[in-house]
């Protein structure tokens, strides 16, 4: 199994957490997004018609967006689900992971940002306030989901689901832009913990081949 990934991608951490959860050995490809290498071919042709990252391959099956791969992921390997079976918990799970993935990742990548800075010729003041500004309504509703409907240690119970996947990295970025997170004490308890669980913990970006600071 290969996993092409980029260290700082919010959406590779994500899968990088979910193989360690399941104890699924992978060999790591970067794929350096700050570069471009992710349009270059033939990456784009052979791995990933997305042209983002991660992508997977294993066997013959090659898979983009990270949801998706997770989502094949539980399927073929099962051990550690990661989306609960049962109806009502499979909904709150997903819930606050579309949450997380829907609304507050895709205006905050590093595409957007660029975007921001080039064409549309924002400051950095600029850009750094639209990244604190969706970070703080997005972490405000994960934070509402999680006091009303969150239990155990993690978001949903004693076990990581998909929901614990996709908060880590969203949080892991938000300390990295410099955002105050102060206000969701829930969401930073959860993430206190997984800065002490052994999967998470492979998962950093610290602990990836192509780290750089």
Same mark, same amino acid.
């Given at each position: 199994?290969?996993?092409?990934?980029?260290?700082?991608?919010?959406?590779?951490?994500?899968?990088?957490?979910?193989?360690?959860?399941?104890?699924?050995?992978?060999?790591?490809?970067?794929?350096?997004?700050?570069?471009?290498?992710?349009?270059?071919?033939?990456?784009?042709?052979?791995?990933?018609?997305?042209?983002?990252?991660?992508?997977?391959?294993?066997?013959?099956?090659?898979?983009?967006?990270?949801?998706?791969?997770?989502?094949?992921?539980?399927?073929?390997?099962?051990?550690?689900? $990661?989306? =609960? !079976?049962?109806?009502? @918990?499979?909904?709150?799970?997903?819930? &606050? *992971?579309?949450?997380?993935?829907?609304?507050?990742?895709?205006?905050?990548?590093?595409?957007?940002?660029?975007?921001?800075?080039?064409?549309?010729?924002?400051?950095?003041?600029?850009?750094?306030?639209?990244?604190?500004?969706?970070?703080?309504?997005?972490?405000?509703?994960?934070?509402?989901?999680?006091?009303?409907?969150?239990?155990?240690?993690?978001?949903?119970?004693?076990?990581?689901?998909?929901?614990?996947?996709? $908060?880590? =990295? !969203?949080?892991?970025? @938000?300390?990295?832009?410099?955002?105050? &997170? *102060?206000?969701?004490?829930?969401?930073?308890?959860?993430?206190?913990?997984?800065?002490?669980?052994?999967?998470?913990?492979?998962?950093?970006?610290?602990?990836?081949?192509?780290?750089?600071?």
């Amino acid at each position: 199994m290969q996993l092409y990934s980029f260290f700082n991608s919010s959406t590779s951490y994500r899968v990088r957490i979910a193989l360690a959860l399941k104890g699924l050995a992978f060999d790591t490809i970067p794929v350096n997004i700050r570069v471009g290498e992710h349009r270059a071919q033939p990456y784009v042709d052979e791995v990933n018609a997305s042209a983002v990252v991660p992508a997977l391959v294993d066997g013959d099956v090659s898979l983009g967006q990270s949801l998706a791969i997770i989502d094949y992921l539980d399927a073929k390997y099962p051990q550690a689900r $990661l989306v =609960p !079976q049962d109806i009502e @918990a499979r909904a709150r799970v997903l819930e &606050l *992971s579309m949450l997380i993935s829907c609304d507050i990742h895709p205006v905050n990548n590093l595409r957007i940002l660029k975007y921001l800075q080039g064409p549309l010729g924002l400051s950095a003041e600029q850009k750094d306030a639209w990244y604190r500004h969706w970070v703080a309504e997005g972490m405000a509703g994960v934070e509402r989901l999680l006091v009303r409907y969150g239990h155990g240690a993690w978001c949903f119970g004693d076990t990581p689901t998909l929901a614990d996947v996709c $908060l880590i =990295p !969203q949080i892991a970025n @938000a300390q990295r832009m410099g955002c105050d &997170l *102060s206000a969701y004490p829930r969401a930073m308890a959860v993430f206190a913990l997984a800065e002490t669980h052994p999967a998470f913990l492979a998962a950093a970006p610290s602990r990836q081949p192509d780290y750089s600071a």
